[in-house]
């Protein structure tokens, strides 16, 4: 499966061969010891995953329901009438399937798939970046995508990489994709970076945001419920970074009609709690004025409506 994919999650593994997440680790960790495949948080991949990237009918099958899960809780992040610009990738595709129907929205994007999903919105004005097509995740990069961004001021950038790290932030594989990633940020007032659990703790070639530079991280319930991505979800929310996941399983409200309402946090977890247990409900508190305090907790057990 990882010859074939480039890289699986242990949850699907889990799956397909009928066993637990526990007997699939095992025998992971038994392949690695042979130079077969290297682990990642939460699954694996080929060797040399520092610079090979799954290809794009790899990447879809890849996660495909936290994936879902994090699109439906990002969606609830933008407004109407809204200028946002939003970056290459499968997670990226998913998040702008559920923004066809916010009135007013303008997008910027590099990504063909994303201006292929909101391709028939009418309420939707879709504005592209020059550049070369990249085949592979069909992506426009180079000076003339970078070029294009120049000047350019939105509200949000919503954006997804190979790897996410406290220590050195999103990063890819690809030097093309980065340089267009880091124009793409810029231009954004809030950085929002898109990613699943199996990204966490992974570290890739060409760093695109540093973690300073990241507002929010929206993930799904799977990096809060294991030790090694809840504690690199610990660091992160530590470095600034407002976390925000997004539960498996539930409905979400249509796109484009997010209840109002100002953003939620739960209670920090008392002292020595690192993580957040999967379907246990955690206690609402008030609004949280500003930016988080460092060294506070902020998982976000939130359903996919409006936090």
Known sequence: MVRANGAVSLRELARVVQTSEVTVRRDVRALEA???LDRRHGG???????SREPGYPQKTHLAAAEKS???DLAATLVDEGDAVVIGAGTTTQELARR???VPGLTVVTNSLLVAQALAHANRVEVVMTGGTLRGSNYALVGSGAEQSLHGLRVS???????GLTAERGLSTTNMLSASVDRALVQSAAEVIVLADHTKLGTDTMFQTVPTDAITRLVTDEHAAGHDPTARELD???DCGVQISIAPLGLAAEPPGHPAPG???HPQPPPPGVARRVPGVPQPAAAPLPGQRRPGTHAFRPL?????
């Open 69 to 71: 899960a994090i699109a």
């Open 235 to 237: 660091a992160l929310a």
């Open 34 to 36: 042979e130079g077969l």
């Open 303 to 307: 359903a996919a409506g409006r936090p």
């Open 156 to 162: 949000k950038a919503f954006i997804s990489g190979s």
């Open 262 to 264: 100002p953003d939620r």
């Open 99 to 101: 923004l066809a129907r």
């Open 44 to 50: 694996a991949v080929l060797p040399g995953g520092f």
